[in-house]
């Protein structure tokens, strides 16, 4: 950091079992990225190329060696594994993942109906080579998963081989571990923590009110994913504490109280009516 304070957090270094943020490109050029790195790069674990944007983004090869070369870990849209799987492409889907040279791949059944055997067996098939993140949750909205299959699902994935679960909210963060309006459901996610470590979870919380939810509810190094770009620096200071939405997080619970009570100096009505 570039000065101390006091009472700010310890943050896990990179690279990171817990605290990871992942960070959703959803088509930016390579000057982006490299600007991106340059500004933000150190605070970033994850990114994932949204989606089915890895097929129409030019320079794809190049991005992923750009982030890679920053100890940025790379991985292309569930989204696109299901387009793969949807067409009976899988191996096609593997040599892919081998030409870009992607040590990280996404598996997940948010927009097709897959049998969830089969879908363990794509992610013990993929842990072999690769570093498998698997997201549980529908992204239609208004389709609800029970909490005790959430914990089923989220631990036979694991135990299948993957790395991490992502709990699914979509970039819109309004469906899966969400409700339309936002807010987290919080006997959902809390059913989940229960029974599945927390480490081994990342979250989607694409909305600033979500990742001040999770860092208050799970401290510092919560794991976050779908995070845009342009928040990679604000939501590092919501972890530690250096803005608004979490200020008195960290401060000791006297001085938090005292600062609490202080009232606004009054305001000038000198020459008003």
């Not at 055997?117 to 239609?140: F, M, P, W």
């Not at 309004?174 to 470590?197: C, D, E, M, Q």
Request: charged letters at 25%.
């Amino acid at each position: 950091m570039n000065f101390s304070l006091s009472h700010i957090p310890a943050r896990t270094s990179k690279p990171r079992e817990e605290g990871l943020t992942m960070v959703m490109d959803k088509g930016l050029g390579l000057r982006q990225v490299d600007d991106l790195i340059e500004s933000a790069g150190h605070l970033m674990d994850l990114v994932k190329l949204g989606f089915g944007t890895s097929y129409v983004t030019p320079g794809l090869k190049e991005k992923v060696k750009r982030y890679t070369k920053a100890g940025i870990k790379v991985y292309l849209g569930g989204t696109l594994f299901e387009a793969f799987i949807a067409r009976g492409q899988f191996e096609a889907y593997r040599r892919l993942l081998e030409d870009l040279g992607l040590e990280c791949t996404e598996v997940s059944d948010g927009s097709i109906d897959l049998p969830h055997d089969e879908k363990c067996r794509y992610i013990n098939i993929l842990a072999q080579d690769h570093t498998v993140l698997s997201e549980v949750g529908s992204k239609e909205s208004g389709i609800l998963i029970s909490p005790a299959r959430w914990v089923r699902m989220m631990n036979a994935e694991l135990e299948a081989g993957s790395w991490k679960v992502i709990a699914e909210a979509r970039e819109s963060g309004n469906v899966g571990i969400y409700r339309p309006s936002g807010h987290a459901h919080t006997a959902l996610v809390n059913r989940i923590l229960a029974k599945v470590p927390g480490r081994d979870i990342l979250w989607e919380a694409p909305q600033k009110a979500q990742q001040v939810w999770f860092i208050k509810q799970l401290g510092a190094n919560v794991n976050l994913g779908n995070v845009s770009a342009e928040e990679v620096i604000p939501l590092e200071t919501l972890r530690l504490g250096l803005r608004g939405d979490t200020f008195f997080q960290y401060l000791p619970e006297e001085v938090a109280a005292k600062l609490r009570q202080v009232k606004p100096p009054p305001q000038d009505t000198k020459g008003k009516a």
